[in-house]
């Protein structure tokens, strides 16, 4: 997922949420698990992240420069 919108405005409860997302900018980005719990997070916070799909070979891929 990804944080697309500030967080200047929001309530003290949606920062929190989107902390606990492990976001922390705007254009941040951060994989989670699909499951239940994360699902109700972004639920709460739809309106500042976008989900993004990868598939399980982007996650552990390695750099093309093999760092």
Not at 19 to 31: D, H
Request: overall charge positive; hydrophobic content about 35%; glycine content about 10%.
């Amino acid at each position: 997922m990804q944080l697309v919108r500030g967080l200047s405005g929001t309530t003290r409860y949606q920062r929190e949420v989107v902390k606990g997302l492990g976001l922390r900018r705007l254009g941040a980005t951060a994989s989670r698990p699909d499951n239940p719990m994360i699902r109700g997070m972004v639920r709460r916070v739809p309106h500042l992240v976008r989900i993004i799909e990868t598939t399980p070979a982007q996650e552990t891929a390695v750099p093309a420069d093999g760092e």
